[in-house]
């Protein structure tokens, strides 16, 4: 494993299997993350995100492939690797009958720290995550984002070098989701490695110093942000029509002119189309075309392919906008062809 990597997995592969069928959850995953950088893998529900941070987490033993975390073989070292890891995953990992500030407590003395020692971290978690104020508070009582940011907090009581994050944000409002993102950034200014599993577009694109896209169980593409984006064309046309009912001539007319598929927005007025290289002069046109055909246009850019285009174009189908809480990538039914680790 090379010096400056803090995660290295090759041809990772688990299986779940049910009474009538074997599902290949994760097959052949290759990953090399960076210390002290934020790798995101970004897919679907059910693509093999949560799978691959289980093995790397030691939770679950890979059918197939090795992998290593900051040195330490998941199989053969797996307590070096419970050492040196936090893990938040997509369920509240915290007592909600206890306080915030009591579930610090009692994770800091199970790690073993003394009483004093354990009072001050946890003291100095909750003021990090601006939980002071709440911390005498039952977790139960606790907002979405308060409960998300006590998870981060008590993944963080042994301020572990590499932090697996599974959808953090799942279900938070913007407001929430920014906080925990700052938080985030934080963690990586002062040396963590975090490994980020998301379906949101925005918070890969925000965090992620580079991105692997993966769906049904592999890694379809790697890159930074920018690289995927450029991988899928030069650029990328939006538009929003005045009136709902134009939407489809307009879509008509962009097709035709830049002889590129185009995509119909979740927003009714909107669509965008990516620019083929030979399409670029096209562009110009448009606008007027869609003029003459009495087509009112309040909004048009051209700048770089989003995300959602980038997973469009390798997967064929759109990235899905949410999640429900708490999706796992085994399907009804199935079980784990190996125990985790003990």
Do not use: C
Not at 183 to 188: E, G, N, P, S
Request: hydrophobic share 40%.
């Amino acid at each position: 494993m090379s010096d400056s990597l803090a995660v290295e997995a090759q041809g990772l592969v688990k299986h779940f299997t049910s009474r009538k069928s074997v599902t290949k959850a994760v097959d052949g995953i290759d990953l090399s993350i960076a210390e002290g950088s934020v790798f995101g893998l970004l897919g679907p529900n059910g693509a093999g995100k949560t799978t691959v941070v289980r093995m790397l987490a030691t939770l679950l033993r890979p059918d197939a492939g090795t992998a290593r975390v900051l040195g330490h073989d998941v199989v053969r070292d797996a307590d070096a690797v419970r050492s040196a890891v936090g893990l938040t995953g997509q369920y509240a990992s915290v007592d909600e009958d206890l306080t915030g500030t009591e579930n610090l407590l009692m994770l800091a003395r199970l790690y073993g720290f003394a009483p004093a020692a354990a009072r001050r971290r946890t003291q100095g978690l909750l003021e990090a995550f601006d939980l002071a104020d709440a911390g005498a508070r039952q977790v139960k009582t606790y907002s979405g984002g308060m409960r998300r940011r006590i998870d981060l907090a008590a993944s963080l009581v042994l301020a572990p070098r590499v932090l697996f994050l599974d959808e953090p944000t799942t279900g938070l409002d913007p407001r929430s989701r920014n906080q925990v993102w700052d938080i985030v950034r934080v963690l990586v200014e002062d040396g963590a490695t975090v490994l980020l599993t998301t379906q949101y577009l925005d918070e890969a694109d925000q965090l992620a110093d580079r991105i692997a896209v993966i769906d049904h169980g592999r890694s379809i593409a790697e890159g930074t942000a920018s690289e995927l984006k450029r991988s899928v064309g030069e650029g990328a046309v939006h538009l929003r029509v005045a009136e709902v009912a134009d939407r489809v001539k307009a879509a008509e007319i962009t097709e035709r002119l830049l002889g590129a598929e185009v995509t119909l927005g979740s927003d009714p007025h909107a669509l965008s189309a990516r620019v083929p290289d030979e399409g670029t002069d096209a562009v110009a046109g448009l606008l007027p075309a869609l003029a003459d055909a009495g087509i009112a246009v309040p909004e048009f850019s051209l700048g770089q392919p989003s995300l959602d285009e980038v997973f469009l174009a390798l997967t064929g189908q759109p990235l899905p906008d949410d999640e429900p809480a708490g999706g796992t990538s085994s399907a009804p039914g199935q079980r784990e062809t190996s125990e985790a680790p003990r």
